[in-house]
């Protein structure tokens, strides 16, 4: 059964700084990861998405890598500004269709 | 751009009634998913559908149901509410062959008093 953790559970930065969020997963026969952003009591947000056979996606300040062997993703946010502060997911989709979220990450930049 | 649509976005029952979530995928989305998150939890996957026929089944309670109509819509039943199925309720859609990102609604939130 597939498993997906992500680390830190939470993070406050000062404005500016560059950061990375982890995403790991037990299974790799994933068929794309998803890394969202959802704001307290509202929707998600899907930021990128990365298929299986992808190594990175760019979208603006947002990096996502994948190291599917080694069962891995990274967001990279760089220079992060206050309207950054959110909790990011990260999920996985397996060759069945099953979706399964990380818990989250809840970053607060800091002005 | 069209999103997902969700309705209603808030709802009270109380326990033992019955709820129905409609949910609206993006036009020309044929895959409709459906979501719980608890408070501080991730959400938890309960059931897809896929031109109109159940697809996969996650942690969805006996007590709830779910169909895709002809116009791909998705209504989720709920009976015999506990407390415990207070939470927030996500629908996604998706297209298959089209990468099958998932976006999705902005909820319902349904209180169980």
């Known amino acids: 059964k597939q498993e997906v953790t992500q680390i830190p559970a939470a993070l406050s930065v000062p404005e500016g700084e560059n950061l990375v969020l982890n995403c790991s997963f037990t299974?790799?026969?994933?068929?794309?990861l998803q890394w969202f952003r959802q704001d307290p009591g509202k929707g998600l947000t899907s930021l990128l998405l990365?298929?299986?056979?992808?190594r990175e996606q760019t979208s603006g300040r947002l990096n996502a890598s994948l190291d599917k062997s080694s069962g891995r993703s990274t967001l990279y946010i760089a220079a992060s500004q206050p309207g950054d502060s959110a909790t990011y997911l990260c999920a996985v989709m397996d060759y069945g269709q099953n979706f399964v979220f990380g818990p989250g990450t809840r970053l607060s930049v800091l002005p | 751009a069209a999103g997902v649509i969700q309705s209603p976005r808030h709802l009270i029952k109380e326990k033992r009634e019955t709820a129905t979530l409609k949910c609206y995928p993006i036009p020309r989305h044929d895959t409709v998913y459906w979501y719980q998150q608890g408070p501080g939890q991730d959400p938890q996957f309960l059931i897809s559908f896929y031109e109109k026929m159940q697809s996969d089944k996650g942690s969805i309670p006996d007590r709830f149901s779910a169909q895709q109509f002809s116009d791909y819509h998705s209504e989720l039943n709920m009976s015999s509410l506990e407390l415990g199925d207070s939470a927030l309720y996500f629908c996604a859609s998706s297209r298959r062959g089209m990468d099958n990102e998932q976006f999705f609604g902005p909820g319902t939130r349904l209180t169980v008093l």
């Open positions: 299974d790799s026969a994933i068929y794309n």
């Open positions: 990365i298929q299986s056979s992808q």
